[in-house]
């Protein structure tokens, strides 16, 4: 539902005002309209030379909140005057849903943030706190989506997608091109010492390649040989029934998996060495993925540099998941999220169109360089470069969850 819309809603309070100045006005005399206030929208700023800090700052003593840099010379504020007005375009990124998210302008001040929200009934507010850089973004639905068009503050919207699990792959022949040995483990580089993040649809602890032993799963903590934390907030385990049951658990593998007894065979890992912390995000309900801060947060918390990602919508814009991976990546250049892009050679899939992400493709698992062929290549919707590094993508072996997590099995699929 929506009671209208705020910059149709300005229009129509500045000719509530002059209709109502009219009614109240001397038929005759000197009398004249005062002039009406100007209300705050989006203005751009320009500067020829260019944008440093202080030019930044000085724009709040003029009476402008400055909300993004567009180009070298521009930046778009939040006021009642600058440069010249922006187009007001279609903000709507991907198709249409049911459903949409509307992410408002990067430090919209509060009282411009609250015009907007009043003017709509949404749940799942994320609310930007003070000086902050994250946009605050809320969910809609049954909405058409042109009405955001011409609300001034709203950044873009995109669709409520379902997400879904992808596959982000790794074999021995990424050590040096051939199809046996292994130089790079003779070298010592098999992860260790490395902790690794994974957020996907649970694991199963009981599995050979986690477990502390034959019959037991061990205390997961800093001293497990492989898992030094589960999270178990949204759910518990790789349970059949749920979304992508089974990959959680296969991707774990693929990353980290090193059997109890020590036994090298065609599951094992290439970084065998590393160890996990997982982040369960799949319950009955689906997906139901935090913001990407929150787990990158409690991943570097603990000793991760690396976190994997093998999920996302199904659409090609640059959504507010992708911006949240930009935005952490910058202020924590010194950790790296690796991402799937999808499985579709026409379309690449956020987040992996994340400008400070690795996107990951996939090859054929022989000695050619031949992509695979359902493998997602890119460039992204903005024309930037696709996959940063490619891996192998077919016939990978690893863990597989049986949905018994007494079971203590070692079986591969």
């Known amino acids: 539902m929506i009671d209208g819309y705020r910059g149709f809603g300005a229009v129509m309070r500045r000719a509530a005002l002059i209709l109502c100045l009219l009614l109240l006005a001397?038929?005759?005399?000197?009398?004249?309209?005062?002039?009406?206030?100007?209300?705050?929208?989006?203005?751009?700023?320009?500067?020829?030379?260019?944008?440093t800090h202080d030019d930044w700052v000085a724009l709040r003593s003029d009476?402008?909140?400055?909300?993004?840099?567009?180009?070298?010379?521009?930046?778009?504020?939040?006021?009642?005057?600058?440069?010249?007005?922006?187009?007001?375009?279609?903000?709507?990124?991907?198709?249409?849903?049911?459903?949409?998210?509307?992410?408002?302008?990067?430090?919209?001040?509060?009282?411009?943030?609250?015009?907007?929200?009043?003017?709509?009934?949404?749940?799942m507010l994320q609310l930007a706190g003070?000086?902050?850089?994250?946009?605050?973004?809320?969910?809609?639905h049954g909405i058409n989506p042109s009405v955001f068009d011409a609300v001034p503050g709203i950044w873009w919207v995109e669709p409520l997608l379902?997400?879904?699990?992808?596959?982000?792959?790794?074999?021995?022949?990424?050590?040096?091109?051939?199809?046996?040995?292994?130089?790079?483990?003779?070298?010592?580089?098999?992860g260790s010492g490395v902790i690794i993040g994974v957020a996907?649809?649970?694991?199963?602890?009981?599995?050979?390649?986690?477990?502390?032993?034959?019959?037991?799963?061990?205390e997961i903590g800093v001293d497990h040989r492989k898992v030094v934390l589960v999270n178990t907030s949204i759910d518990g385990g790789d349970h059949s029934g749920q979304a992508d049951y089974k990959h959680g658990t296969h991707i774990a593998g693929s990353l980290v998996c090193d059997m109890w007894n020590g036994t090298v065979g065609e599951?094992?890992?290439?970084?065998?060495?590393?160890?996990?912390?997982?982040?369960?995000?799949?319950?009955?309900?689906?997906?139901?993925e935090p913001s990407i801060d929150w787990l990158l947060a409690e991943a570097v918390a603990n000793g991760v540099i690396i976190h994997s990602d093998s999920w996302g919508d199904d659409t090609e814009a640059y959504t507010l998941r992708s911006a949240e991976f930009d935005l952490w990546?910058?202020?924590?250049?010194?950790?790296?999220?690796?991402?799937?892009?999808?499985?579709?050679?026409?379309?690449?899939?956020?987040?992996a169109n994340a400008r400070n992400v690795v996107s990951v493709g996939g090859t054929m698992s022989d000695n050619s360089t031949n992509l695979y062929p359902s493998s997602s290549t890119g460039p992204t919707e903005e024309g930037l470069r696709g996959n940063f590094i490619v891996a192998p993508a077919v016939g990978i072996v690893s863990?597989?969850?049986?949905?018994?997590?007494s079971s203590f099995n070692d079986d591969m699929r």
């Open 26 to 51: 001397p038929v005759s005399g000197a009398w004249s309209l005062p002039e009406l206030p100007p209300f705050e929208e989006e203005w751009v700023v320009v500067r020829e030379d260019g944008w």
């Open 399 to 405: 863990a597989n969850a049986d949905g018994n997590v």
């Open 162 to 190: 379902e997400t879904k699990a992808r596959n982000d792959l790794s074999s021995s022949i990424m050590e040096n091109g051939s199809m046996e040995g292994h130089p790079a483990w003779n070298l010592g580089l098999n």
């Open 63 to 123: 009476g402008l909140e400055p909300l993004r840099q567009i180009s070298v010379t521009e930046v778009l504020v939040w006021g009642d005057h600058g440069t010249y007005k922006p187009d007001m375009g279609v903000v709507l990124r991907g198709p249409f849903a049911d459903g949409y998210r509307v992410v408002l302008e990067p430090r919209l001040p509060s009282d411009a943030q609250w015009g907007i929200l009043s003017t709509f009934e949404y749940e």
């Open 267 to 288: 599951g094992t890992s290439p970084s065998h060495g590393a160890r996990l912390l997982f982040q369960d995000v799949v319950n009955e309900s689906g997906w139901s």
């Open 200 to 218: 996907d649809s649970g694991i199963e602890l009981d599995h050979g390649c986690f477990r502390e032993n034959a019959t037991d799963i061990g």
């Open 130 to 140: 003070m000086n902050s850089v994250l946009p605050t973004s809320f969910e809609v």
């Open 329 to 351: 990546h910058r202020e924590m250049p010194w950790s790296l999220a690796f991402i799937a892009p999808g499985n579709n050679p026409s379309k690449f899939y956020e987040p």
